[in-house]
């Protein structure tokens, strides 16, 4: 009798899970973000009576801050917080408080309250436990974060240096228990040394945005969602949310 050939079936792995909103341009993406964007905090001020929100720095944000510095809600009671900074004095070009100043403080927005992970000290290494403490007690859990991407694959300031097994890559529940939810990083990719949130810190967020515009980002994205193999930043990012982000993405 002849034995029939076993056939293995390969099943692919499911890309991770991320809900999608495609936009035609960054005008149109920028202003549908700053609106559920700002209902987000609106919901999140209706609940607790304060909400508290981590906002992406570089160059595709600036849109965006700028239409939700517009939208109408109670900024008073809204804590606003770089994800990450670059450790340069906070009038620096290159400054994420200084694109928050720009950018978010300004209309309505002028009157939220900002926790700045910057401190005017030679590196951030020496300012980690005071900034640290600040963020664990004024500005966590987040209501509301909004992570970009560079090309790298990198989140935050979480570079694919870092080392995937890296603590900061690792969720960690709504509390960062036991992991420190900022910390110091150096990386070969950048001119500076930087300060971040942890993936722990962000995952406090119940909304969680990934900003990105263009094909080439978007590519990167695409490969990292697909390969278990993956070890960027951005992968760890969409594989320890408790919640699927919501993308946000224009070519
Ligand atoms: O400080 C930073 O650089 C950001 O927080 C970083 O994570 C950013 O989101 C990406 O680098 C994309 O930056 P662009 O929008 O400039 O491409």
Same mark, same amino acid.
């Given at each position: 009798?002849?034995?029939?050939?076993?056939?293995?079936?390969?099943?692919?792995?499911?890309? &991770?899970?991320?809900?999608?909103?495609?936009?035609?341009?960054?005008?149109? &993406?920028?202003?549908?973000?700053?609106?559920?964007? *700002?209902?987000?905090?609106?919901?999140?001020?209706?609940?607790?009576?304060?909400?508290?929100?981590?906002?992406?720095?570089?160059?595709?944000?600036?849109?965006?801050?700028?239409?939700?510095?517009?939208?109408?809600?109670?900024?008073?009671?809204?804590?606003?917080?770089?994800?990450?900074?670059?450790?340069?004095?906070?009038?620096?070009?290159?400054?994420?408080?200084?694109?928050?100043?720009?950018?978010?403080?300004?209309?309505?927005?002028?009157?939220?309250?900002?926790?700045?992970?910057?401190?005017?000290?030679?590196?951030?290494?020496?300012?980690?436990?005071?900034?640290?403490?600040?963020?664990?007690?004024?500005?966590?859990?987040?209501?509301?974060?909004?992570?970009?991407?560079?090309?790298?694959?990198?989140? *935050?300031?979480?570079?694919?240096? &870092?080392?995937?097994?890296?603590?900061?890559?690792?969720?960690?529940?709504?509390?960062?228990?036991?992991?420190?939810?900022?910390?110091?990083?150096?990386?070969?990719?950048?001119?500076?040394?930087?300060?971040?949130?942890?993936?722990?810190?962000?995952?406090?967020?119940?909304?969680?945005?990934?900003?990105?515009?263009?094909?080439?980002?978007?590519?990167?994205?695409?490969? *990292?969602?697909?390969?278990?193999?993956?070890?960027?930043?951005?992968?760890?990012? &969409?594989?320890?949310?408790?919640?699927?982000?919501?993308?946000?993405?224009?070519?």
């Amino acid at each position: 009798m002849k034995m029939q050939a076993e056939r293995l079936t390969v099943i692919e792995p499911l890309p &991770l899970p991320l809900h999608e909103k495609l936009f035609d341009d960054g005008e149109q &993406l920028a202003l549908a973000l700053a609106r559920q964007v *700002a209902a987000d905090l609106r919901a999140a001020l209706a609940r607790h009576g304060e909400a508290s929100i981590a906002l992406s720095g570089g160059n595709t944000p600036k849109r965006f801050f700028q239409l939700l510095s517009q939208q109408t809600l109670d900024w008073a009671r809204v804590t606003v917080l770089p994800i990450d900074e670059r450790w340069v004095p906070a009038e620096h070009p290159r400054s994420n408080e200084r694109l928050l100043r720009e950018h978010l403080f300004q209309n309505n927005a002028a009157v939220a309250r900002f926790l700045p992970l910057y401190r005017p000290v030679d590196t951030p290494e020496m300012a980690l436990m005071p900034v640290l403490t600040k963020i664990a007690n004024e500005g966590l859990p987040l209501d509301v974060a909004v992570l970009g991407m560079g090309e790298d694959g990198h989140t *935050a300031s979480l570079f694919p240096d &870092l080392g995937h097994d890296n603590p900061a890559l690792r969720e960690i529940g709504l509390q960062p228990r036991g992991r420190a939810p900022v910390m110091s990083v150096r990386t070969a990719a950048m001119p500076e040394p930087r300060m971040t949130l942890t993936l722990s810190a962000i995952f406090t967020a119940p909304a969680l945005y990934l900003h990105i515009e263009g094909e080439s980002k978007r590519a990167v994205l695409d490969a *990292a969602r697909s390969d278990p193999r993956s070890t960027l930043p951005i992968r760890a990012a &969409l594989a320890g949310a408790s919640n699927a982000p919501t993308l946000y993405w224009s070519p």
